[in-house]
T-cell receptor, first 111, second 114 residues
């Protein structure tokens, strides 16, 4: 059974600092997604990673995938308040359309 | 504008009542999904459909039912058998061709029990 774990669950960081969110999964997968959710809102797609070594960057966020380690990271560079949200990774269940979501990392950026 | 709409935004259910949540998409996507989100937690899959007139149970289908009579629509009924329905319900869709397609989410419906 595919399981997805994120850590940390909660992250409070100062503006301008760097930090990394980790996403571990338990069995083989062919795709991994990162989503952002603002309080009380829906999910917004950030990145899709499809192969070992894949790296995607958008603004201050960079996501990477290591399929051998079953690990994805979301790196935040020089955080700003607008990045405050909950970030979810979701892993594809192999050969199905199903996604298994992590519990999310709630990020709070303060001045 | 293409997108996914869900209605209502808030829904109140009385004990023993069935309620139906609407999900419509005009993205011409084949696959549609229903998720449940509890406070401070991730999303759990209720049902999904890869094609019209066909759907599969997700991880927490008990107490829920769906239909897929049209490509654009995938309504979810929360039945009286669902004893703890209070949650945020999210509908999503994807192109459905192959397994690597991103799922796009609607704005959600918040269901509360009176």
């Amino acid at each position: 059974e595919l399981k997805v774990e994120q850590n940390p669950l909660f992250l409070s960081m100062q503006e301008g600092k760097n930090y990394t969110i980790y996403c571990n999964y338990s069995t083989t997968s062919d795709r991994l997604y990162w989503y952002r959710q603002d309080p009380g809102k829906s999910l917004e797609s950030l990145f899709v990673l499809l192969s070992n070594g894949a790296v995607k960057q958008e603004g201050r966020l960079m996501a990477s995938l290591d399929t051998k380690a079953r690990l994805s990271t979301l790196h935040i560079t020089a955080a700003v308040h607008d990045l405050s949200a909950t970030y979810f990774c979701a892993v594809g269940s192999y050969n199905t359309d199903k996604l298994i979501f992590g519990t999310g990392t709630r990020l709070q950026v303060f001045p | 504008d293409g997108g996914i709409t869900q209605s209502p935004k808030y829904l109140f259910r009385k004990e023993g009542q069935n309620v139906t949540l609407s999900c419509e998409q005009n993205l011409n996507h084949d696959a549609m999904y229903w998720y449940r989100q509890d406070p401070g937690q991730g999303l759990r899959l209720i049902y999904y459909s890869q094609i019209v007139n066909d759907f599969q149970k997700g991880d927490i289908a008990e107490g829920y039912s769906v239909s897929r009579e049209k490509k654009e629509s995938f309504p979810l009924t929360v039945t009286s058998a669902q004893k703890n329905p209070t949650a945020f319900y999210l509908c999503a869709s994807s192109i459905g061709e192959g397994t690597a397609q991103t799922q796009y989410f609607g704005p959600g419906t918040r269901l509360l029990v009176l």
